[in-house]
């Protein structure tokens, strides 16, 4: 694992989707990461509950951090070719919790879960599972 700091994984996301989120990375280790997410109303649907969008974007993301900071050494980066949600609650306001766990990490493909849930009460919101391909250098 490349070793990466809450902070430094919140100040890449700044001035791109993350950063416009809000999402505040809080643990970062080779198995877990977390983050916080305020609730602003930008981030609602236009019926006042959390968006779908925003829930798969902090989830997203944090996936895709953990698949960064677990990358195979030569490997050149890597891209989603799988998701997938069940959304179970929502929030209106507070913040939203997230951790993400690899569930395989292979030099292939990486699998990774998360769940979001509400700050407040600490009802799961949504459960999210991703794939991720492992890019390699093309051969010559």
Not at 41 to 51: D, K, Q, R, S, T
Request: proline share 6%.
């Amino acid at each position: 694992m490349t070793r990466h700091t809450p902070e430094d994984f919140t100040k890449f996301g700044a001035g791109a989707l993350p950063g416009l989120i809000g999402i505040e990375f809080t643990s970062v280790e080779q198995d877990l990461l977390q983050a916080r997410t305020p609730v602003r109303p930008e981030l609602l649907a236009p019926n006042g509950y959390l968006h779908a969008g925003t829930v798969v974007s902090i989830a997203d993301t944090l996936c895709g951090y953990g698949t960064m900071a677990n990358l195979p050494e030569g490997a050149t980066g890597f891209t989603t070719i799988e998701l997938k949600s069940n959304f179970l609650g929502t929030a209106r306001d507070g913040a939203v919790l997230c951790e993400a766990r690899p569930v395989h990490l292979g030099r292939t493909t990486q699998v990774w879960d998360a769940d979001v849930s509400n700050e407040q009460t600490g009802r799961r919101i949504a459960t999210f599972r991703c794939t991720q391909l492992i890019l390699w250098p093309k051969a010559s």
